[in-house]
Structure formats: C-alpha cells, structure tokens
C-alpha cells in the first residue's frame, strides 16, 4: 500500500494531548497517513460518501472526523493493534495528498470528507465541500506538486537508490462546521 502523507504546519505542538488511538475496524485496507477517520463502534474506518452520516445532511450533522497520523500497515500499528487519529478541532493547518485528485481546491473554498464519488477504493479523502453538507476545512494553499520524503520510490523508475518521490497535496485549516450552507440568499 502506497504511503500517504500528513504535515502538521502549524501550531505544530501540545497536539498529542487530543489524539486517539483506536482499532482499525475489520475490513479496512487503505488508511493512510492524512485520511479522513471516523469513529465506528469503538475503532477507526476511513470516512466516505456512501455512509450518509459521514458527511452530513442540511438536518443532520456529520461525523466527527479525525486525521490518520500513520498508515494502518506501519509496524508499530501492527504490533501493537491500534492506529492513532488527531481530531479536526483545534484547528490547526496541514498539507495533506489524501485528496480527491479531479477536484481544483480553489484558496478559500470549503472542504468536507468523502471519496472520489463513490469509489469505496478512494475514500477517506477531503473534496470541495457540498453546500448544506458538514465543512472540515478551509483551502489556504491549492494543489501543488512537492517533494515527500516519506514517499517509497518507484522501483519501477530506478527509485531504489533513493527516499521519496513527488506528491500533489494542499494545505488546508481545519475546522468542523454541520451543515454549512454557502449557498446565495434568496
């Protein structure tokens, strides 16, 4: 599984008294370091579109998200059985890849959490946010390409010799907002 990616641009420190280490409910296979969490009967799953609840409805708010801080096949999550997830409050800003890659991620536009329309295989990622639905952040920088170092290398493209490779990823500044209408008065 490719390893994702999750920098902590600011503030940066006394986050770990908010973090929660949970199980990974059976089934999942695709968490990854900057994924879009949520609680589920006691353990962590990855926060998608097909469960209405996660992203909320104009009535209804949704799920209280939470960043995967590791992907759920490093080591120390195997050995011990639990992955740690920060909460979206206190608002902090992060770069994160786990995105949905066709969405443009304007500076100033909303994000919610979801998938890539339905692909249960992409979820836990943030998209431009749907009027009515829950906000989980604020766009501050749009997409850009950089360079990871907690990236594998492509073995495939000569990769072995070296740590990292190029991301698409943007920074946003968390929040958690149910049924945030941006839509223009009547």
Same mark, same amino acid.
């Given at each position: 599984?490719?390893?994702?990616?999750?920098?902590?641009?600011?503030?940066?420190?006394?986050?770990?008294?908010?973090?929660?280490? +949970? @199980?990974?409910?059976?089934?999942?296979?695709?968490?990854?370091?900057?994924? !879009?969490?949520?609680?589920?009967?006691?353990?962590? #799953?990855?926060?998608?579109?097909?469960?209405?609840?996660?992203? %909320?409805?104009?009535? !209804? @708010? /949704?799920?209280?998200?939470?960043?995967?801080?590791?992907?759920?096949?490093? @080591?120390?999550?195997?050995?011990?059985?639990?992955?740690?997830?920060?909460?979206?409050?206190?608002?902090?800003?992060?770069?994160?890849?786990?995105?949905?890659?066709?969405?443009?991620?304007?500076?100033?536009?909303?994000?919610?959490? %979801?998938?890539?329309?339905?692909?249960?295989?992409?979820?836990? !990622?943030?998209?431009?946010?749907?009027?009515?639905?829950?906000?989980?952040?604020?766009?501050?920088?749009?997409?850009?390409?950089?360079?990871?170092?907690? #990236? +594998?290398?492509?073995?495939?493209? %000569? /990769?072995?010799? #070296?740590?990292?490779?190029?991301?698409?990823? !943007?920074?946003?500044?968390?929040?958690?907002?149910?049924?945030?209408?941006?839509?223009?008065?009547?």
């Amino acid at each position: 599984m490719p390893q994702g990616h999750l920098n902590i641009m600011e503030p940066g420190e006394h986050l770990l008294q908010h973090n929660r280490s +949970l @199980p990974i409910l059976a089934g999942q296979t695709a968490i990854k370091r900057g994924s !879009v969490i949520v609680e589920d009967t006691g353990s962590w #799953r990855l926060a998608t579109t097909a469960v209405a609840d996660d992203a %909320g409805t104009d009535q !209804v @708010p /949704g799920a209280f998200p939470h960043w995967a801080l590791q992907d759920q096949d490093q @080591p120390d999550v195997l050995m011990s059985g639990v992955l740690t997830g920060m909460p979206c409050l206190p608002s902090v800003l992060l770069e994160t890849d786990q995105i949905k890659v066709a969405d443009g991620f304007a500076v100033g536009t909303f994000v919610q959490c %979801g998938d890539d329309d339905g692909d249960p295989l992409i979820a836990g !990622v943030i998209k431009t946010h749907v009027d009515d639905l829950t906000a989980i952040g604020i766009v501050m920088k749009t997409k850009t390409s950089r360079w990871s170092n907690d #990236r +594998l290398a492509n073995t495939a493209l %000569g /990769g072995a010799q #070296r740590t990292g490779a190029a991301i698409t990823a !943007v920074q946003i500044r968390t929040f958690y907002i149910p049924n945030l209408s941006t839509a223009a008065p009547l």
